[in-house]
């Protein structure tokens, strides 16, 4: 054999691997439906060493709270459990590439040091307990209603969420903080401001404006650009939205001790936290793990269908962070906000056109309340993905579009 026909083979054969691996590329899940706390930002050599990002945690509901604070990656604030009154609020600050999650501890009783329960032992939190003392060092008991953050992925841009993939426990709504960044203060805020309401007596009529209502300012919004609630949701549906058998103090059986059918006549608490599917029966198919660890394997249960339905901007199971995921320039604040009042927000379906446009890198136009500026805050779509999926039907890709796919796409954030 000579040696150009060997050369010829070697190429072949070369290029068929590279064949290959894209196919398998092709198939794993794309890169915007890992979600962004499973991401491990690269180390920023040129990072501020003061944590001088604001963290702020405010309690508008009619009880008190003890809202818990957990780091995965960056400084995390100094207070990671506290007690908040109604009203009240705590201002703490966190490193520029801070990443965690802010949830809220109900019906909590700690002894004078906080380092446990006021009596006994075990959890001194009736939901979002962690290990029964003040201050966390761990993630919340479920079910609790999560606000997550990512403040800087590696890529220049902030990721956060609501999540209720852990369960509900309290409504929650995220507020952006610009802080006087030009690149922040041009998005429209009720594009960025996500709200969950899922807790019965709490819900306003259909077509609440709380501008109208005695609020100038609502959740960071005003009347020039409004937040975009949901009306389909009921105070019934709200009631009785928690699967039956995911409810953390179901009601007690009649006196013949059967339950009638349908369930839905039966009265409910006022304050029902509700299990996810996942955290309460830890089943593949509800966890999206195992043979079950993509989209086209997993599938929403019952409980994230119904937790969509009364709170569309929250993510719900393991592969709904593409519908619920807000990604903004980096360099914001944020403030989370317990029982904010009012209806969950619908921005992500309401404002789909505006979102794509910013996500292909225009202006947004035409959006509720007036013509937004610049600002990349929610991706759909991820060019890498499109690019490896092309890329799968034609195997005469160039080196430099596989450089490109390299440089942009890590099979270390799949898993």
């Known amino acids: 054999m000579d040696c150009w026909e060997r050369a010829r083979r070697i190429r072949v054969a070369y290029f068929f691997r590279i064949c290959v691996v894209i196919l398998v590329l092709s198939n794993l899940p794309i890169a915007n439906g890992v979600h962004h706390m499973k991401r491990v930002a690269p180390q920023r050599f040129d990072a501020r060493k003061d944590s001088i990002t604001p963290l702020i945690v405010t309690n508008y509901c009619s009880e008190t709270i003890y809202p818990g604070i957990m780091t995965q990656a960056g400084n995390g604030p100094p207070q990671t459990g506290f007690k908040l009154d109604p009203g009240q609020s705590n201002n703490q600050t966190v490193s520029e590439n801070w990443q965690g999650r802010v949830w809220g501890r109900t019906n909590c ?160 608490p006022v304050f029902d936290p509700c299990y996810s599917a996942c955290a309460k029966y830890n089943s593949p198919s509800d966890c999206c793990t195992g043979y079950h660890n993509q989209p086209s394997t997993c599938q929403p249960s019952e409980y994230s269908k119904a937790a969509k339905a009364v709170c569309p901007d929250a993510y719900s199971y393991a592969f709904d962070d593409q519908t619920s995921t807000f990604i903004i320039p980096a360099g914001a604040g944020f403030e989370v906000v317990f029982c904010p009042g009012a209806r969950s927000t619908n921005i992500l379906a309401t404002e789909s056109r505006q979102l794509q446009q910013l996500a292909d890198g225009g202006h947004p136009t035409g959006s509720s309340g007036g013509v937004g500026g610049g600002g990349e805050y929610l991706h759909l779509n991820r060019t890498q993905s499109a690019a490896i999926r092309s890329s799968s039907i034609g195997c005469e890709t160039t080196w430099i579009n596989i450089l490109l796919l390299a440089s942009s796409f890590s099979l270390s954030s799949v898993f």
Do not use: H
């Open 109 to 268: 009783s700690f002894n004078g040091d906080g380092t446990g329960p006021a009596t006994g032992n075990g959890a001194a939190c009736g939901t979002g307990d962690c290990n029964g003392i003040l201050n966390c060092v761990a993630t919340g008991n479920v079910p609790v209603s999560l606000a997550e953050f990512t403040l800087d992925a590696g890529d220049g841009k902030t990721y956060y969420d609501i999540s209720l993939v852990d369960g509900y426990n309290l409504p929650i709504a995220i507020v952006m903080q610009p802080l006087a960044n030009s690149s922040l203060d041009d998005i429209p805020p009720n594009l960025t401001n996500p709200s969950c309401q899922g807790t019965v007596g709490l819900l306003q009529q259909k077509n609440y404006n709380p501008y109208s209502s005695g609020y100038q300012i609502f959740l960071g919004t005003n009347s020039s650009y409004p937040l975009p609630f949901d009306e389909k949701v009921d105070d019934k549906q709200v009631s009785s939205w928690c699967p039956w058998d995911l409810q953390v103090n179901p009601p007690r059986k009649p006196g013949d001790g059967v339950y009638p059918y349908p369930d839905d006549n039966i009265q409910r």
